[in-house]
């Protein structure tokens, strides 16, 4: 099975901050993923990396970046923390192959407020 | 308009009933179609994975695509009370960008 580990389940941070959240996959997946989700607003993609130290803006990456130094971990970055940063963050992984490639298999999340 | 749109609910449903999902999209490219379930405080679990128009079945789960139509379904059967989740669709054309509907939840009650 796919394990994506995401290494906080819940955290709380000040305006201003900057805010690091880990992912880690264990099946060698070259794209990894970070996405936030709202009530409502069902989830939105912040960035994509293709693979290690390549990365792509998704839907809403203002306020975020991204780091992808090794294969297995992908770090998504809240520059300087903001309330409306306030959200469920997930990150998912998946191998692209035959095509279409395979379907994106998420972590639990981190539930993330800023404060 | 979203590109994806999916009702929220909440949809309540007895135990032992059958409970009936649907996503509409907008986007005549999208070719590919899942079904992600998601218990609260976890998250989403692949159910369904599907490339083509018709029904795909597994176990109590039948996922069904109309193409012409751009509208996607899926159904429980027997449904129980493990069930209770938020039922996610995601639809994408060829690339890595999944497009979600905003989830519908589900309670069925013993």
């Known amino acids: 099975d796919v394990k994506v580990t995401q290494s906080s389940r819940y955290l709380v941070k000040r305006t201003g901050e900057k805010v690091f959240l880990e992912c880690v996959q264990d099946?060698?997946?070259?794209?990894m993923f970070w996405y936030r989700q709202d009530p409502g607003l069902g989830l939105r993609l912040i960035y994509f990396?293709?693979?290690?130290?390549?990365?792509e803006k998704g839907d809403i990456p203002e306020g975020y970046s991204v780091s992808r130094e090794k294969k297995e971990r992908f770090s998504l970055i809240l520059e300087s923390a903001s309330t409306n940063q306030t959200s469920m963050y997930l990150c998912?992984?998946?191998?692209?192959?035959?095509?279409?490639?395979?379907?994106?298999?998420f972590g639990d999340g981190t539930r993330l407020s800023i404060l | 308009q979203k590109e994806v749109e999916q009702d929220p609910g909440p949809l309540s449903v007895p135990e032992g009933a059958i409970v009936s999902l649907n996503c509409t999209y907008s986007?005549?490219?999208?070719?590919?179609f899942m079904w992600y379930r998601q218990y609260s405080r976890k998250g989403p679990e692949l159910l369904m994975y599907?490339?083509?128009?018709g029904n795909k079945e597994d176990g109590r789960f039948t996922a069904q695509v109309d193409k012409s139509s751009k509208y996607i379904s899926l159904f429980i059967r027997d449904s129980q009370p493990s069930d209770s989740a938020t039922y996610l669709c995601?639809?994408?054309?060829?690339?890595?960008?999944?497009?979600f509907g905003g989830g519908t939840r589900v309670l069925v009650k013993p």
């Open positions: 998912a992984s998946r191998q692209p192959l035959g095509g279409a490639g395979q379907p994106q298999h």
């Open positions: 099946m060698d997946h070259e794209n």
């Open positions: 990396s293709y693979d290690v130290k390549m990365k």
């Open positions: 986007n005549s490219a999208f070719q590919y």
């Open positions: 599907t490339y083509s128009s």
């Open positions: 995601a639809i994408k054309a060829a690339g890595n960008k999944l497009t």
